[in-house]
């Protein structure tokens, strides 16, 4: 039987000087596509001028061919985005991306329709002209008098803002499109998606959430049955880990795998169920190797990471035990004081705003995992941790 698809259309309002973050909305469409729309029975069409325009003329200027084909005011989310330039002068606004942007709130006023979502880029800029500067002034005056209903968020760069937006657009697709009808994301993969029989009596209904329920007690992620429709033949990594996703790192030798892992579930647990974590779907904690850890680092490079284990056994510990901080500076390597006269080690280190790393290991198994513990116990530990990683802004 088809499925009935809910067809959402987003429409991209920026001036030229945007042009990656730009195609980033149509990648980010794509991997939702490809995981939390599909999930939901949705799908995103992204509408840009520079795809969708033709050539022509208009007594409006480009202006007036442009809005019939993006069509703000039927659009069902309206993505804007600014850096140091404002744009051409139209008309009725003082560019094109302002004219669009307030099409969308005039709509909106109407219908509460149109979802705007305006992004504004704090990268360092410095104005080399007074034409420069004049853009720049204009931005800052838009964003000065934002409309006193909006909220827009800043970002600081490229890889920032394509996690920002699909975090955003998961959220808004979750909570004010989604409807209460059970989603193929919240639901136990078919029979034949995990490559079973079911008994004989059986349903293969009741047999996938048996079988799911019994891997989630005994595998080491407890979300697989919500990770396999977003990961199964797409391995797009991105469609479940972001900048918030915390990665636990544990060495790849038997004893690492026997003893280190025990502790590394343990606050992946933790932090699964934080009470921060409950709205947002990519704040959780994800457990992996240290070989995985410098093997992905094109993944999972500038997220909040704890390693588990000693340098021994963990390449990651044994790169925060070499690591040698400035004299003055309060980060590197600790002792932590543990029950029974025992001694573990802890690290921080972490780089301006990005998320923090840490390590937690002791010369043996039990030391460890009673550096874990202390570390989920104390307040200056995972609690202030995750505060660093979940940070706004």
């Given at each position: 039987m088809a499925q009935n698809v809910t067809l959402l259309r987003i429409v991209v309002a920026s001036p030229g000087d945007v042009k990656d973050e730009r195609k980033l909305v149509q990648q980010v469409a794509d991997e939702l596509n490809r995981g939390t729309a599909k999930d939901l029975g949705m799908r995103l069409e992204v509408s840009r001028w520079e795809t969708d325009a033709y050539p022509g003329f208009h007594a409006d200027g480009p202006q007036g061919l442009i809005d019939p084909i993006l069509n703000i005011d039927e659009c069902d989310i309206l993505v804007g985005i600014f850096w140091k330039r404002f744009g051409t002068p139209v008309k009725d606004a003082n560019s094109g991306t302002e004219h669009e942007i307030l099409r969308a709130y005039e709509a909106w006023q109407k219908k509460k329709r149109p979802h705007i979502m305006v992004y504004f880029k704090k990268?360092?800029?410095?104005?080399?002209?007074r034409v420069e500067?004049?853009?720049w002034g204009l931005v800052l005056d838009f964003q000065k008098n934002f409309p006193k209903e909006g909220l827009w968020w800043p970002y600081a760069a490229k890889s920032e803002f394509r996690d920002l937006l699909r975090r955003h657009l998961e959220q808004l697709l979750r909570n004010e499109y989604h409807t209460n009808q059970p989603s193929p994301a919240l639901s136990k993969p078919g029979t034949a998606d995990i490559g079973i029989s079911p008994p004989k009596g059986g349903s293969p209904t009741s047999m996938s959430r048996a079988f799911l329920e019994?891997?989630?007690?005994?595998?080491?992620?407890?979300?697989?049955?919500?990770?396999?429709?977003?990961?199964?033949?797409?391995?797009?990594?991105?469609?479940?880990?972001?900048?918030?996703?915390?990665?636990?790192?544990?060495?790849?030798?038997?004893?690492?795998?026997?003893?280190?892992?025990?502790?590394?579930?343990?606050?992946?647990?933790?932090i699964d169920q934080d009470q921060r974590a409950s709205q947002y779907a990519f704040r959780r904690g994800v457990v992996i190797t240290d070989v995985a850890w410098y093997a992905e680092s094109g993944v999972v490079a500038e997220k909040g990471v704890i390693s588990v284990g000693g340098p021994?056994?963990?390449?990651?510990?044994?790169?925060?035990?070499?690591w040698k901080p400035e004299p003055t500076s309060k980060m590197g390597s600790y002792s932590i004081a543990l029950p029974a006269g025992r001694t573990g080690t802890g690290f921080y280190r972490r780089y301006g705003r990005k998320p923090p790393q840490v390590g937690l290991w002791g010369p043996d198994a039990t030391t460890t995992r009673q550096a874990v513990e202390h570390y989920i116990k104390n307040d200056a530990g995972l609690h202030a941790f995750l505060d660093q990683c979940w940070e706004p802004g």
């Open positions: 990268k360092p800029y410095e104005p080399r002209s500067l004049d853009q019994q891997m989630s007690k005994t595998m080491s992620n407890p979300k697989y049955a919500d990770d396999l429709p977003r990961l199964d033949r797409t391995y797009d990594r991105h469609a479940v880990i972001n900048k918030e996703t915390v990665i636990i790192v544990v060495g790849t030798s038997i004893i690492a795998e026997l003893l280190d892992r025990s502790a590394a579930e343990l606050l992946r647990d933790h021994a056994t963990n390449k990651l510990s044994a790169e925060f035990g070499a």
